[in-house]
């Protein structure tokens, strides 16, 4: 697989595996020492902040009947390969949640490494752009921080 597709296919496990809640699954998406922030909102430095930050959502993000379905829609996905072990990416992303539909949305901003062989996370930057008034994503920022 080209580094190209090996990176489009971690950005694609983020999403799926932030839909259905596969918390263990994501954090191996990341480097130990990488970092998650949503910009405007909270950093989250290192694997163990990144794992408390969705274990507080990890409610919000499984599919079950008690809890809205999400689906992110990532797209227009750019990537610079630097060199053999680094790489930037960036793309838009789509919230979908439920039966409501469109319900936030923004950009993704990468840092990826390449370590033993497999592409991972180095820095994420989570930019939200627009949220639907009184929807999920907009009711959803307090357990982000």
């Known amino acids: 697989m080209s580094p190209e597709e090996s990176i489009r296919h ?7 595996c932030v839909d259905s809640g596969r918390i263990d699954e994501l954090l191996a998406l990341f480097l130990s020492d990488a970092v998650l922030e949503i910009v ?12 408390a930050m969705f274990a507080r959502g990890a409610e919000h993000l499984s599919d079950s009947e008690d809890v809205p379905r999400i689906r992110h829609h990532v797209t227009s996905q750019l990537i610079d390969v630097e060199n053999a072990d680094e790489a930037r990416s960036s793309c838009y992303w789509l919230a979908v949640v439920g039966s409501q539909g469109v319900d936030h949305w923004g950009r993704y901003v990468d840092r990826l490494r390449r370590v033993d062989g497999a592409w991972r996370f180095a820095q994420r930057r989570i930019y939200l752009d627009g949220a639907v008034p009184g929807g999920w994503g907009s009711r959803g920022a307090e357990w982000n921080r």
């Open 40 to 51: 405007g909102q909270a950093r989250h430095e290192g694997i163990d902040a990144i794992r």
């Open 10 to 16: 971690v950005v694609a496990a983020y999403a799926q």
